[in-house]
Nanobody, 119 residues
């Protein structure tokens, strides 16, 4: 059974930092692409950052130069280092593990972790 569990959220002041972690089990983590999404109240879920199984990363424009995604395959964990946090970064952050095989996409989601940036 696949489990994806996020941790590290919390309350932080503007300009502060947080590091989110996402631990996966029940899958071959090294071949999964890993993404971080977020959803603010009343808004659609949006992709924040992603890292492929090969280690290539991509970011939403709104978080470039502030957030860094990384992975540790030995620990089955992906991280999101968030610096210079802004009130608009407040959201529930979700981890998504995915891969595609023969045009079929396999997705596994965590339950989310709340990040609140206070001014």
């Amino acid at each position: 059974q696949v489990h994806v569990v996020e941790s590290g959220g919390g309350l932080v002041q503007v300009g502060g930092s947080l590091r989110l972690s996402c631990a996966a089990s029940g899958i071959d983590f090294s071949i999964m692409n890993m993404d971080w999404y977020r959803q603010a109240p009343g808004k659609q879920r949006e992709l924040v950052a992603g890292i492929t199984s090969g280690g290539s990363s991509n970011y939403a424009e709104s978080v470039k130069d502030r957030f860094t995604i990384s992975r540790d395959n030995a620990k089955y964990t992906v991280y999101l280092q968030m610096n210079s946090l802004k009130p608009e970064d407040t959201a529930v952050y979700y981890c998504n593990a995915h891969r595609s095989v023969s045009s079929r996409r396999y997705d596994y989601w965590g339950q989310g972790t709340q990040v609140t940036v206070s001014s």
